[in-house]
């Protein structure tokens, strides 16, 4: 089955700094890949999302590209800001059996 | 849009005792999940339902758990007897028939078992 490995948290930066977090995938096939977000209190939200290789999912400034051979969807901000502090969630879908597979989650502290 | 709901939002029981956790997905949705989400983790998925067919409980832990969708809607999902490893958050999310890279979650049931 499909495994997802992120960077452990806290990320801690100032405002306005660039952003990465690092995931990392293992699956047979070819996985949909997502970055969901958990901020405090709610839900998990989709944040951006990518089908195939080379696709590049982006959404609020966010941006993460699919890339078979690193196997790998890293998520990027060029600008953080306070609001976007909340916990990060890579996760893969493998289609043969429609299941969601989520990483254990990278928590985002963004500073004024 | 009325999104995911879940009540209640916090449950605090003491361990042994019963308890319910209900879900109404978006309207439209056939497709219905309960995840568990363990403090620190990211979440994982108990079951799945396609309109009122569980059609994967593979890690649902049957001999405590249950879960039904008598309608094809409103869900509920049930622990008894709860043990104390079972403290988590229990989310809820759908998504339309065949599109399961579009999941909404709800906010999520915190259980404490004391």
């Known amino acids: 089955g499909n495994s997802v490995t992120q960077m452990e948290g806290p990320v801690t930066l100032s405002e306005e700094a660039f952003l990465t977090i690092n995931c990392t995938y293992t699956?047979?096939?070819?996985?949909?890949l997502f970055w969901y977000v958990q901020y405090p209190g709610e839900g998990l939200q989709l944040l951006l999302k990518a089908t195939k290789a080379d696709d590049k999912g982006s959404n609020k400034g966010f941006e993460a590209t699919y890339r078979k051979e690193t196997t790998s969807f890293h998520l990027e901000k060029g600008s953080v800001q306070v609001s976007d502090s909340a916990v990060y969630f890579c996760a893969a879908l493998n289609t043969g059996f429609q299941k969601l597979v989520f990483g254990t989650g990278t928590r985002l502290l963004v500073s004024p | 849009e009325a999104g995911v709901v879940q009540s209640p939002r916090y449950k605090i029981i003491e361990k042994k005792q019963p308890v319910a956790f209900w879900c109404n997905p978006i309207?439209?949705?056939?497709?219905l999940y309960w995840y568990l989400q363990n403090l620190g983790q990211g979440p994982e998925l108990l079951i799945r339902?396609?309109?009122?067919?569980?059609?994967?409980d593979s890690q649902l832990p049957k001999d405590r758990f249950s879960a039904e969708r008598l309608k094809g809607v409103d869900s509920t999902l049930k622990i008894q007897p709860a043990e104390l490893g079972d403290s988590a958050v229990y989310l809820c999310?759908?998504?339309?028939?065949?599109?399961?890279?579009?999941?909404?979650f709800g906010p999520g049931t915190r259980l404490t078992v004391l």
């Open positions: 999310a759908s998504s339309r028939e065949g599109s399961y890279n579009e999941q909404f």
């Open positions: 309207s439209g949705h056939n497709t």
């Open positions: 339902y396609e309109n009122e067919e569980a059609v994967d």
């Open positions: 699956a047979t096939g070819y996985p949909s």
